[in-house]
């Protein structure tokens, strides 16, 4: 792996999460690698020692019990920090699923101007 020249590295344990899906960003499969970062003559390696695939199978029951799941980490992880949920702007996410739908894919602009705007 060749990471960007601002980005300190160390040696040690590392995960590589990967995933893979089809044309329509359907079928979405992922797995997480676990292993040790080296560095080599070559560059860093990531030496695997695991794979673990937490979507199963691909089929949306997986999906949902991944999501399920994730949720409740969530709500432990701001909940022993004494955090509450940060409201999810909506408004923002259904400005850019439009703009996919017009033009059969994410208008690159408007993404831009959407997170540059000050309520992000």
């Given at each position: 792996m060749?990471?960007?020249?601002?980005?300190?590295?160390?040696?040690?344990?590392?995960?590589?999460l990967?995933h893979?899906?089809?044309?329509?960003?359907?079928?979405?499969?992922?797995a997480l690698?676990?292993?040790?970062?080296?560095q080599?003559?070559?560059?860093?390696?990531?030496?695997?020692?695991?794979?673990l695939?937490?979507?199963?199978?691909?089929?949306p029951?997986?999906?949902?019990?991944?999501?399920?799941?994730?949720?409740?980490?969530?709500?432990?992880?701001l909940?022993?920090?004494?955090?509450?949920?940060?409201?999810?702007?909506?408004?923002r996410?259904?400005?850019?699923?439009?703009?996919?739908?017009?033009?059969?894919t994410?208008?690159?602009?408007?993404?831009?101007t959407t997170?540059?705007?000050?309520?992000?």
């Amino acid at each position: 792996m060749s990471p960007p020249d601002d980005h300190a590295m160390e040696s040690g344990p590392a995960s590589l999460l990967v995933h893979r899906h089809d044309e329509k960003l359907n079928r979405m499969r992922n797995a997480l690698v676990r292993g040790e970062l080296r560095q080599t003559d070559d560059g860093w390696l990531l030496v695997p020692g695991k794979v673990l695939e937490p979507m199963g199978s691909g089929r949306p029951s997986d999906a949902l019990r991944v999501l399920r799941r994730t949720q409740r980490a969530t709500d432990r992880y701001l909940h022993r920090r004494g955090l509450p949920r940060p409201p999810v702007e909506w408004d923002r996410f259904r400005v850019l699923a439009e703009s996919a739908r017009r033009h059969g894919t994410l208008d690159e602009e408007r993404l831009r101007t959407t997170l540059r705007s000050p309520h992000h």
